[in-house]
């Protein structure tokens, strides 16, 4: 089943670039990437969605890859990312979707959940925990130590400076290193990358998500219950996150399964590509048996 070039929608307030696949009138499935990715961290998810009949998704998010880079750094509070995804569904002419997330895109997907339940289907996760859980992180030295990055991410052009120096040296370790599958991602896939770093504000809106973050005032809407089904896929040999952070509170989140992949790092969907299809098709049609 093959991906369809790229278009431009409307959202409201930004242009977002999104691939889709699949059938136009079959479920909507919408793929939320990370940083530093773009659409393309769903290339080995898409086919098998569309083969399963639903119309998968994947933008890239505000200030990434093909889409509008805002210059504020206002413009890059949760809420109005979160508003993007809402603002997508929309323009797609969807009622609801299922939503997939991975790293920011998961941080942006559980905040979805809660402040747009109306257009929630199912609710994916992989490797961020839960807005209540992160609380609990701000409480354990160990993992201040793995997060000490986004301290970093704080200071103006340094991080874009370190990030592009040698080509993007570091970046390319990073996907060459960082999985725990070798292949993960080929010569080819980090070129595609590099192309989208190079671009002017590459790296900017993706740093911006870090940076706004930190100075964005306590959001009690992150801490509501979620009713919809939530599926939490985690790779234990996440070297950013630690692995007791994966499961969500029982009580904001009862309808829950989590399934840890021992083998998998932070790329999880990169590192076992068939094993994360499986779950997500097994999870989106209601009877999942893994």
Do not use: C
């Not at 940083?35 to 290339?43: A, G, H, N, V």
């Not at 929309?90 to 941080?107: E, F, I, P, Q, S």
């Amino acid at each position: 089943m093959s991906v369809t070039p790229g278009r431009i929608v409307d959202t409201g307030e930004v242009r977002l670039h999104v691939v889709e696949a699949g059938d136009p009138n079959g479920p909507l499935v919408v793929l939320l990437h990370g940083f530093p990715e773009f659409w393309y961290s769903w290339r080995n998810q898409m086919p098998a969605l569309a083969a399963a009949g639903y119309r998968a998704v994947a933008p890239d998010l505000r200030g990434y890859g093909g889409s509008d880079k805002p210059r504020s750094l206002d413009a890059y509070r949760l809420e109005q990312l979160v508003d993007d995804v809402a603002g997508l569904i929309h323009a797609l002419g969807a009622d609801r979707a299922h939503v997939v997330g991975h790293d920011w895109g998961a941080t942006i997907a559980w905040a979805f959940a809660m402040r747009h339940p109306d257009l929630l289907d199912r609710l994916a996760i992989l490797n961020v925990p839960h807005p209540a859980r992160l609380r609990d992180a701000l409480r354990m030295p160990r993992q201040w130590l793995r997060s000490s990055y986004v301290l970093f991410f704080q200071l103006p052009w340094l991080p874009e400076a370190v990030l592009r120096a040698g080509h993007f040296a570091f970046l390319r370790r990073e996907l060459r290193a960082g999985p725990t599958r070798p292949d993960a991602f080929t010569p080819d896939d980090i070129e595609r990358y590099v192309d989208w770093w190079s671009e002017p504000g590459g790296l900017t809106g993706g740093l911006n998500y870090y940076r706004a973050i930190v100075r964005r005032r306590p959001d009690t809407t992150l801490l509501r219950r979620i009713d919809a089904p939530v599926l939490v896929i985690w790779g234990e040999r996440d070297r950013f996150i630690l692995p007791e952070l994966a499961e969500p509170p029982a009580d904001l989140v009862p309808d829950l399964r989590v399934v840890r992949l021992p083998r998998a790092s932070h790329w999880v969907q990169h590192d076992e590509p068939e094993r994360v299809n499986r779950l997500l098709l097994e999870f989106l049609g209601g009877s999942p048996t893994d």
